[in-house]
């Protein structure tokens, strides 16, 4: 759904003091933050010695009041609303968990409940995440970024893929702002460094024949791993961004830079930009112009990528010539050709 109305945003004291304190890079007096939130002095400095708690840097000084001088590498949902002010949609209402099954099942819970689209859950672990295809996803404390959202898109059904594509556009565009890195999109929904994957999208559809219910974004980003890390029979095939980038990288402005970018490309991929986004996609991706295999359930189609249709399936050249529309299933590129 597009909003019609000025986003609402549902604002803890934390948050509002983490906005404050970030919009002011030179401080802010202890009277002038008590001022600005409507609550005592003490309240303040006790939310502040929370937050110090939970790793924030905060300095407080007579001459230049509060300022914060460091965050910590901590998902924390009140922060993360708190630099999301500008959010159309997507990160309106973020919640974090140490630990869950799958993030997805979060969701689905409270899509059930009736709540509204672009809610955002993170886990800091999962003990039952899931890939595509059945596959397990391995999601280690605190070393990547697990997290589901819901929308409640007006689309068909068969032009649910269109999310697929804003998913993997607005993904590359975080990592290339977090990292400095070019990451490749292979269809229909990895991200690619250096040939491993770096992160994958998991959609799930709740539909009736002509009508999308809901529809949860599963989103799992290798970030922090070493490639120790990694289970042996993955170190092939997968990657973190810290191994590629050789350094640290924040998780807290990887999450904000992504929710703000998929708040724009979800918007484009409703709206009537689907056509640009699904240019921007094609020029990241791998796939395109190679012969492939795809492998969906029992069926098998072979041929040349060529493009994406209106709706975001694939279109395969088959070797009679013919064109066959793909949503999805396990891609395999074939080498020399
Ligand atoms: C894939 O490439 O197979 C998709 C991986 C999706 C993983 C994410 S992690 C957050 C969300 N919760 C899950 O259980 N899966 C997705």
Redo the contacts with the bound molecule.
Sequence with gaps: MTPSTAPLHLDTLDARILRALRTRENGISRAELAEELGVAREAVWARIEELRALGYDIEASPHQGYRLLAAPDLLHADDLVARLDRSQVIGRDVRVFQETT???DVVEKLARDGVPEGIVVIAET?T??????G?T?I?PRSRGL???ILLRPSLEPGAVTRLTIAAATALARAVECSTRLRPAVKWP??LVLGGR?VA???LELHAELDRVRHVIM???VNVNQTGAEFPPELRDSATSLRIESGGFISRPDLTVALLRELDIDYTRAVGDGFDALAAEWESRCITLGHRVVIQSGQRRVEGRAETLDADGALLLRTQHGRLERVVGGDVTIEKNQ
């Design positions: 799958s993030t997805n999962q039952r995440g899931r890939g595509r295809l596959r996803w999601s697990w997290m589901s929904n990895d994957k994958g999208i998991l599963g989103i799992g």
